[in-house]
Structure formats: structure tokens, C-alpha cells
T-cell receptor, first 115, second 117 residues
Framework: AQSVTQLGSHVSVSEGALVLLRCNYS??????LFWYVQYPNQGLQLLLK??????LVKGINGFEAEFKKSETSFHLTKPSAHMSDAAEYFC?????????????FGKGTLLTVNP | GAVVSQHPSRVICKSGTSVKIECRSL??????MFWYRQFPKQSLMLMAT?????????EQGVEKDKFLINHASLTLSTLTVTSAHPEDSSFYIC?????????????FGPGTRLTVT
């Protein structure tokens, strides 16, 4: 079984500031990990994914995340926030095999960016 | 590539009626499709997993007779909400994936907003 915990349901940053969205996972086998972004009334867009290659993963729109096995974490960062980054962010985990890669999502973190 | 569409994007129906939502993979053949439900300001809840040509596998607590899922082809899955009630109002999102040995990513549709009056 797997689970995801996103610390902080709401994160507020100033434009240009560092963005840090936290995600911790639990998995009985080595996981695949994902970060998705959702804008209001839209589906999910994949930001980045970890699939057991490089532990530092770079995604779209300047986001990156680092897989830390010892901390069971996969935090999402961006050096400088932009107004357009304001959205809901979901961390998700799937088992590597045998489950149709069924995703388990965290509860989400709403990011607001202040001018 | 890997585009998934949903139709309709929004639907309003009266209580007691049924409504069908389509999910299509536009440029690939999807071995597996997933249906999620999302309540306002909440996460996605997996409702069911469907493989082409076989019955859907429903998550615990999801009523099979209420949420009928048909995965008739490798590019189309449908979710029918039968005898809809106001509490069925929600945002429904589908996703599609390739065979496990090819890819491990789910590609999401844009979602369908269902309002039951």
C-alpha cells in the first residue's frame, strides 16, 4: 500500500520568492512519484516525475523536486515564484509494477503568489 | 502527444436522470483508463479502473450500479451516472495509460463538471 502526505494545505509566497511545497510518501516498494498542477476547473498537468533514475528531477515551468529515500520525501521547489504559478499542486505516488500504476494523491497544496 | 479529451466539459441535469461522460485518448491506444471524482477544494478520489474489454474494478465505497463504466475500445471509456442526485454533483476527471511495459504515466483529461439540480 502507498500513501502521500502534503504538509500545508495552503502556501503563500511573494512574487520572486522561493517556492517550497512539501510531500512525504509511504510505499512498500520503491515508488514512482509525481507532481501535478491544477488550475481552476481544469484537469491535471504533469509537472515532473521520479522514476528511479536521477534523484533530482527537473520539470516544466522551472520546477524541480528531489527524491530523498532516507527522508521518504519528494519536495517541490522553484527558485522564483511567478504570478502564473498560483494553482493547486498535488503530489502522487504509484507502485512501480503490478497495479496499472494506480495513483494515490495527496490532499493538495494551494499556492498563492502575492504581488 | 498523449492527449485525453472529455465530453462534455460541463453538464447540468435534473435529479433522477442519467448522464453520460465520455473520455477519449486522442492519439494513443489506452490499455487502462481511470475515473476520478473531485469535490471542491479536495483531492482526487479514484472511483474505478477499467481495462478495455473487461469489467471495471471499483474502489471500495463506490456504487457499481450508480456509476456505470464502459471501456468499449482502446480509445473510449464512458462513465454513466444513473439516477443522479444533487450529492453526485462533482468534478469528474478521467485519465488514460499505456501498457505497463511501455509507460507508467497517466494522462489526464480536462474534467467534466456535473451539476445535478
Amino acid at each position: 500500500a502507498q500513501s502521500v502526505t502534503q504538509l500545508g494545505s495552503h502556501v503563500s509566497v511573494s512574487e520572486g520568492a522561493l517556492v517550497l511545497l512539501r510531500c512525504n510518501y509511504s510505499s512498500s516498494v520503491p515508488p514512482y512519484l509525481f507532481w501535478y498542477v491544477q488550475y481552476p476547473n481544469q484537469g491535471l498537468q504533469l509537472l515532473l516525475k521520479y522514476t528511479s533514475a536521477a534523484t533530482l528531477v527537473k520539470g516544466i515551468n522551472g520546477f524541480e523536486a528531489e527524491f530523498k529515500k532516507s527522508e521518504t520525501s519528494f519536495h517541490l521547489t522553484k527558485p522564483s515564484a511567478h504570478m502564473s504559478d498560483a494553482a493547486e499542486y498535488f503530489c502522487a505516488v504509484s507502485l512501480t509494477r503490478g497495479s496499472n500504476y494506480k495513483l494515490t494523491f495527496g490532499k493538495g497544496t494551494l499556492l498563492t503568489v502575492n504581488p | 502527444g498523449a492527449v485525453v479529451s472529455q465530453h462534455p466539459s460541463r453538464v447540468i441535469c435534473k435529479s433522477g436522470t442519467s448522464v453520460k461522460i465520455e473520455c477519449r485518448s486522442l492519439d494513443f491506444q489506452a490499455t487502462t483508463m481511470f475515473w476520478y471524482r473531485q469535490f471542491p477544494k479536495q483531492s482526487l478520489m479514484l472511483m474505478a479502473t477499467s481495462n478495455e474489454g473487461s469489467k471495471a474494478t471499483y474502489e471500495q465505497g463506490v456504487e457499481k450500479d450508480k456509476f456505470l463504466i464502459n471501456h468499449a475500445s482502446l480509445t473510449l471509456s464512458t462513465l454513466t451516472v444513473t439516477s443522479a442526485h444533487p450529492e453526485d454533483s462533482s468534478f469528474y476527471i478521467c485519465s488514460a495509460s499505456l501498457p505497463e511495459e511501455i509507460d507508467y504515466e497517466q494522462y489526464f483529461g480536462p474534467g467534466t463538471r456535473l451539476t445535478v439540480t
